[in-house]
């Protein structure tokens, strides 16, 4: 059984900053790319970042140069650094993996519950 948990989230001011944190725990063979997605309130949930498991790294244009992905291949974990955030940016962040559990088995998405981002003054 694999689960990923999110941390993290919380209010902060327009300008701020927030770390998240996602941890991967239970059979988990292999950890492919992992991703951060979120989704605001009457939007569809976007995707905001990509890392493959070597460290290349994608990101949707509008956290370019705000935004930073990052893991850690030896505690099964995935950050996203987030700098200057925007009232935009409220939303409830998604953290994803593509995960191959076990030898017999092919690899699939994973998601986290979500945490909960917002940004106001």
């Known amino acids: 059984q694999v689960q990923l948990v999110e941390s993290g989230g919380g209010l902060v001011q327009p300008g701020g900053s927030l770390t998240l944190s996602c941890a991967a725990s239970?059979?988990?063979?292999?950890?492919?790319?992992m991703a951060w997605y979120r989704q605001a309130p009457g939007k569809q949930r976007e995707l905001v970042a990509t890392i493959t498991r070597s460290g290349s790294q994608e990101y949707t244009g509008s956290v370019k140069g705000r935004f930073t992905i990052s893991r850690d291949n030896a505690k099964n974990m995935v950050y996203l650094q987030m700098n200057s955030l925007k009232p935009e940016d409220t939303a409830v962040y998604y953290c994803n993996a593509e995960i191959r559990a076990g030898l017999v088995t092919g690899s699939r998405d994973y998601w986290g519950q979500g945490t909960q981002v917002t940004v106001s003054s």
């Open positions: 239970g059979s988990l063979l292999i950890i492919y790319t």
